[in-house]
């Protein structure tokens, strides 16, 4: 199995001309669409954990 770098440059090449990029607007929109679901994940997440240390400090009477 002989390596031949000029034919492996021209396949990358070939298969790189393939590629089609997302423009600035569809860009611009997954990454707002992103940020937002990490806010409401992280909302989520301190809510749930307030609730769950809600409890568990009614539960064990802790600082009482």
Request: net charge positive.
């Amino acid at each position: 199995m002989a390596f031949n770098l000029v034919k492996f440059s021209r396949e990358v090449r070939a298969e790189a001309a393939k590629t089609t990029w997302p423009s600035r607007k569809e860009t611009l929109q997954t990454t707002g669409l992103v940020l937002a679901m990490v806010v409401l994940t992280a909302l989520f997440f301190l809510t749930v954990d307030q609730i769950i240390g809600a409890g568990m400090r009614a539960l064990f009477a802790v600082g009482s």
